[in-house]
């Protein structure tokens, strides 16, 4: 049975909706709908040389994803990535190999020197990278919680001199919002350094990204400025997902992520959300011990990959 690989069409409902079906069932905690892999697609910063490769069966069915780009806004040049999923039901038929090749002969051609990748963990998907060259680095956690059957702790009081609003109340100008993301996303751990200095792209990229839910989205305010916040996503069928929580330096150890991630939670489930995911590197145990309080559990666990590219 052949399968080929090519670029999502944008304008094409069957690859967009196929593409985020695939994401969905690979991995749920990564929410995609059609409309999110559009703006992707379109927004992109151009420097990032962003692709959405799909492999495609004789049959005309898609049965496996990849999305590829370079680390624009890596302080190290020469960084790429390729995060490759096949439909569990179409393993084994060649496509994750094919994907990750086309994937790498595209990342070369625009400089990359190194290509990160992650894995789900298990054998046979850690076996399958290794043979393709890829050694392991740092592993991430994805957790979830039922929020229609769960039980949440109880809602969270601001202490005094602390205000709860939403990103909703920035829409007439988010730069704080975009100064504190910043700043949080520069000490995420990581095997790339991330440096968020584009507001015009964030303002495009990120803030109207259709998967971000302003009205879900919680920030805490001190003396009138943004220190914490929440950021959450809603794909319209009843999954939430944490897209980071961060508190400003001078703000940290005082309980403002984990007020912030409360106000959010309880938002959400009020709003009809039945499911959330948040997702924290292995080591990020502070982070991880606040998510365990809100009663999350691992759901599934990824292994970043790396693979130096022949000269």
Known sequence: MTVIVRTVRPDDPADTE??????????????????SVVHDALHVHPDAHYRQLVAVADDGELIGT??????????EPGQGYANVYVHPGHEGRGAGGLLLGAAEEHLARHGARQVF??????????????????????????????????????????APGVELVTAADY????????ALQAQTLADEPGDVGSALTDYAHWLTHTWRQPLLDHALTTVAVVDGAPVAFTLARTDGEGRYATGMTGTARAFRGRGLAKLAKSDS???????????????????????????????????????????????
């Open 18 to 35: 196929g593409f985020a079906r695939i994401r969905r069932i690979c991995l749920p905690a990564l929410l995609a709908t059609p409309a």
């Open 171 to 178: 829409a007439d100008d988010p730069r704080p919002l975009f």
């Open 117 to 158: 990748c992650w894995s789900l963990d298990g054998p046979r998907n850690l076996a399958w990278a290794a043979a393709r060259g890829y050694r392991r680095s740092r592993s991430a956690h994805f957790l979830r919680l039922d929020l229609a059957a769960g039980t949440l702790p109880p809602r969270q009081s601001p």
């Open 66 to 75: 990849a999305q590829v780009g370079i680390a624009h806004d890596s302080p």
């Open 265 to 311: 939670l309880h938002r959400a489930r009020a709003a009809g959300c039945t499911v959330a995911y948040t997702g924290n590197d292995a080591g990020n145990e502070p982070m991880l011990a606040i998510n365990r309080w809100f009663g999350y559990e691992i759901d599934a666990t990824e292994v970043r990959h790396v693979r130096t590219l022949d000269s």
